[in-house]
């Protein structure tokens, strides 16, 4: 059956207490779950229901979602559980109008089995958004002024269940904005990046090709060596981008081996030296350092990262290699009195494609190092943290365990 409650006045009366309570709910509650669990001991007194439930549609499936359900007085029994106006709930939705339901079986004794349903539909605007059902077992009978008052009540959590929606529908879209963000900003890192070495190779290669120009040994030289450096740059970035696509989808295999760690660092740093023929290195580490299990290859590649960035980014700097043995484990720090990273960008140097914007024309890079070898340290069971003050320089540590 269907009321029409156009003709009945409030009953209980809502007091201005109630609309306080009421209002500050709805507008203080951080969703629909906690308005109602805070709203159903202020509505209780002034209507008497057992078992509440609010469902609501969902917006991809149009399923009916229990969004809150409660069982209070007599409702708390296990017969109870129920009735919980499913049924109604669809109905109410479907029709957009409210729906009370007596029981059928008027001589039956025992009232758990003779409920009263009462079913409103959240309306906003033309939308409807769900149903909330008031089940009371036994009598007295929902009244048409206690409907008139559920209706009252109705209305105030669809504003509510308007804004809830409205707030996942805007994190939804900041979410693939930020995606669509995140993409546009690699096609547009990776096509300049891809583009730079293409061009001197294209450009130097055809310089060479003429046939109208003569060049001395020296020239060739120099062009070839262009063409050579570019080449391996071109080489690095595939490596990196295929790296970090494996990394992201856990595809990468460690060959973990007894490794002494001494002795890597060195090779490393005397392939930064053969390249950087004026940067200064700096090695620390105890007199002693018993051997570790790592990745040897993965591992020098991190570090070597870590050395390059600190010459790309803090030139003029020393570059410090710091080992010391910690409990459970060793770090392996690289520190440069570089111009710092700013605060703001710290929580971020890790992202994939991430980089300093000021720093952008002043290196080339992709933003990928320092996300793969945060990748690799963990995959160690290590942890790659930072630590950087502007205008005095940046530390990045290593921690690896002992074991991994
Ligand atoms: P890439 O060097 O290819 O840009 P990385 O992931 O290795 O990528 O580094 C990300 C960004 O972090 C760099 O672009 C740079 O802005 C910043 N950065 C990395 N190392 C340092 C450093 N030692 N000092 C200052 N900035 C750094």
Redesign the pocket.
């Known amino acids: 059956m269907t009321t029409n409650s156009a003709q009945v006045t409030i009953f209980p009366p809502i007091d201005i207490a109630f609309l306080y309570k009421v209002n500050k709910i709805i507008g203080e509650s951080k969703d629909v779950h906690s308005a109602m669990d805070a709203l159903v001991p202020v509505i209780r007194p002034y209507f008497i229901f057992d078992n509440v439930v609010l469902f609501l549609v969902d917006p991809l499936t149009l399923n009916l979602e229990v969004a809150f359900a409660k069982a209070t007085g007599r409702g708390r029994s296990a017969e109870a559980d129920v009735a919980w106006g499913e049924i109604i709930g669809s109905q109410v939705v479907e029709t957009r109008r409210v729906i009370l339901q007596e029981p059928v079986d008027s001589i039956e004794t025992d009232r758990l089995r003779r409920p009263h349903t009462l079913g409103l539909p959240l309306l906003e605007k033309s939308e409807v958004l769900g149903a909330i059902i008031f089940i009371r077992f036994g009598s007295p009978p929902f009244t048409p002024d206690q409907t008139v008052f559920a209706e009252f009540l109705t209305d105030h959590l669809a504003v509510l269940v308007a804004r809830d929606k409205l707030i996942k529908e805007n994190s939804r879209l900041e979410f693939q904005y930020r995606t669509f963000q995140v993409q546009e900003d690699f096609i547009s890192t990776l096509s300049h990046e891809l583009r730079t070495p293409l061009g001197y190779i294209k450009g130097y290669s055809t310089t060479l090709l003429r046939t109208d120009a003569n060049w001395d040994d020296k020239a060739r030289q120099e062009f070839l060596t262009i063409i050579d450096q570019e080449t391996d740059r071109l080489e690095d970035l595939l490596n ?1 981008l295929l790296d970090s696509a494996k990394l992201q989808s856990g595809m990468i295999m460690m060959d973990f081996q007894v490794v002494r760690l001494d002795a890597l660092v060195k090779d490393v740093i005397i392939r930064a030296q053969l390249h950087n023929q004026d940067q200064v290195f700096q090695i620390e580490m105890p007199d002693t350092l018993g051997p570790i299990h790592a990745d040897p290859g993965r591992l020098a590649q991190v570090l070597e ?2 050395v ?3 010459i ?3 030139p003029g700097s020393p570059v410090i290699i710091r080992i010391s043995v910690v409990p459970d484990g060793i770090t392996l720090e ?1 520190i ?1 009195k ?4 700013p605060e703001k ?1 710290q929580s971020k ?2 992202d994939r494609f ?3 914007p000021d ?2 024309s ?12 945060k990748q690799i340290v963990q995959a160690h069971g290590g942890k790659l943290q930072l630590t ?1 003050r502007v205008g005095e ?2 530390s ?1 540590r290593i921690f690896l365990p002992t074991q991994p």
């Open positions: 990196n990262n870590l390059n960035n600190a790309k980014y803090a690289v440069d570089g111009a710092g990273i960008y140097i890790f991430f980089r300093i720093q952008i002043v290196a080339h890079g992709s933003g990928l190092g320092l996300f793969i070898c950087s320089g940046s990045f």
